[in-house]
């Protein structure tokens, strides 16, 4: 590994802010430089704690974030945050509009921020989030916060790169908990229902309360929290449902449970990524546009051009 | 091919509904029946317009949907509706519940409609609804509409499979226009703002006007229209959007552009689909579960194992 490379991993490791910019760069443009970091800070990953926050947009989700990072400062915890944006396709970085009041954060030492937002086509944003919080956790930080806008599939991606997932709602998210309440029930491990001064905020926990109701009995019953994050209220009250959450995961082996599930998404992520790499070269790119010249001509379907790249494919891997 | 095979196309190709509804089956499945399909009915692809709809929970996409297709049906036109719900990845079919009220629709042999959820992890939910749609467009659909829930990353591939999309919105989605702005703007050829005798739709339509002002020049400038679907209100002036928007396509050569593309990313995703399969068979899935037993052991990183894992795999191709 190159000189350049080893500084990388030094300053990243004493948590140098610059050191992570670059890292989590490198991870976003998805070089092969990425996968040999990542596999050299592996050793070193593994002790942060994961906390995925997740909900509609206008929820207060940032606002949340932020107070529960003031309170983590507070006890001298280091905080990451990834804020992940995955309805911002093609501008990126949507969310750094927001972010400009967390000035007084970006100050701290103690603190990193980063907004990801989906670009390119190879690997999915939830990926990028993950191989992020890798990174994050490696430099030290004792809780990465992974950020999400929306309620798709992006998100439960990213909500089983948490260690514990919090689901914020507000009272004007009535129609949405119906109309989203499966793929909800299942990812969240707390429900918080934000701006709680707010009218309709009772009918909303008891709209959850009867979901959760509804369900079968799992091993982790979710609570249903109240906030006013701009004020404060209730984070405490979050924060220590996090950490019941995480004995409760460490006293059953479940922490270690999704960790193993985590590494084996990855390694189905790498093989993935190095297929496609190998695949796609620019021979193989050019095949295909000469290819697509004739894609009128009904008889040549994607399936039969796929087969035929293939095949000249195995033949070079032969040689 | 087999006479069951044979059987089951010319089904299709008569716009069987039986037939429909188990071809869609095997392509959610993902078998090597579905590529074997696919293939054979590509050159009866093309002659269907794909319409998208998306839009947050709780916009009345699907009252929209139900409405269009009515007056598409009054001017004796096919339609065949993919309801699409990647907010539901673990129960499925959350939207069959809601689909019960179209009762009379199902009766009707020139309407077909089916939900899909996420379900599995090979493959993405969006490739499986443009694939369905491939299957309508083949049995002879004049219309297919793909309706999604949310505003994540499945709706934005989703998008790409439509010819012309459509972004629903209601008066009290003010705050998540600005959230999801970057996302939307992107992909709607047209907003309707929906349930537009409400409170707040002119403040809506003024915000969308506005963010649409901002934005560079493109060719096509999307326009904002208003509805009140559960009344039938606006459905005629939507249609007629939605056919300039095609003669717009037609003209400018776009729509054989978009299509090019479709099916690009079709070869892309068949190409990735056969080589996972071929690759996670059942010795590479037990060679990696046996070594993510010691998984603890910080030296083992998934990048050292899904090399290992390469490594006997070309052996295998080289044998």
Avoid: C
Avoid at 122 to 151: C, P, Q, R, W, Y
Avoid at 170 to 185: I, N, R, T, W, Y
Avoid at 231 to 243: F, Q, T, Y
Avoid at 255 to 269: C, D, F, S, T
């Amino acid at each position: 590994m190159s000189t350049k490379k080893n500084s990388l991993i030094g300053g990243l490791l004493q948590g140098d802010k610059r050191a992570l910019a670059k890292s989590i760069s490198l991870v976003e443009n998805e070089g092969a430089a990425a996968i040999e970091l990542l596999d050299a800070l592996h050793p070193k990953i593994g002790n942060a704690y994961r906390i995925g926050i997740t909900g509609p947009p206008g929820a207060g989700k940032s606002t949340l974030v932020d107070q529960l990072t003031k309170l983590y400062r507070r006890r001298n915890q280091t905080v990451g945050i990834i804020a992940v944006d995955p309805t911002s396709p093609f501008t990126g970085g949507a969310l750094l509009g927001d972010r400009i009041r967390m000035v007084d954060m970006t100050l701290d030492d103690g603190v990193f921020i980063r907004s990801m937002a989906t670009r390119g086509s190879l690997g999915g944003l939830s990926k990028k989030a993950g191989d992020a919080a890798d990174l994050l956790d490696a430099a030290g930080k004792n809780f990465v916060i992974l950020e999400t806008v929306g309620v798709g599939q992006s998100e439960l991606d990213i909500a089983e790169s948490a260690d514990t997932t919090i689901v914020v709602l507000v009272p004007e998210s009535g129609d949405s908990v119906q109309a989203m309440k499966a793929g909800l029930m299942e990812i969240a491990d707390f429900f918080v229902v934000n701006k709680a001064d707010r009218e309709g905020s009772n009918r909303v926990i008891a709209e959850i309360q009867a979901m959760l109701q509804l369900r079968e009995r799992q091993v982790w019953q979710p609570k249903v929290l109240r906030a006013i994050a701009s004020r404060g209220d209730g984070i405490g009250e979050i924060s220590e449902a996090i950490e019941s959450h995480r004995r409760f995961l460490v006293e059953k082996n479940l922490l270690i449970q999704k960790r193993r599930a985590r590494m084996l998404k990855k390694v189905h992520n790498v093989v993935r990524f190095r297929f496609e790499r190998a695949f796609w070269d620019e021979a193989t790119r050019q095949a295909l546009d000469e290819k697509l010249e004739n894609y009128q001509d009904s008889n040549l379907s994607p399936y039969k051009i796929a087969e035929d790249l293939m095949v000249n494919f195995k033949r070079k891997l032969g040689e």
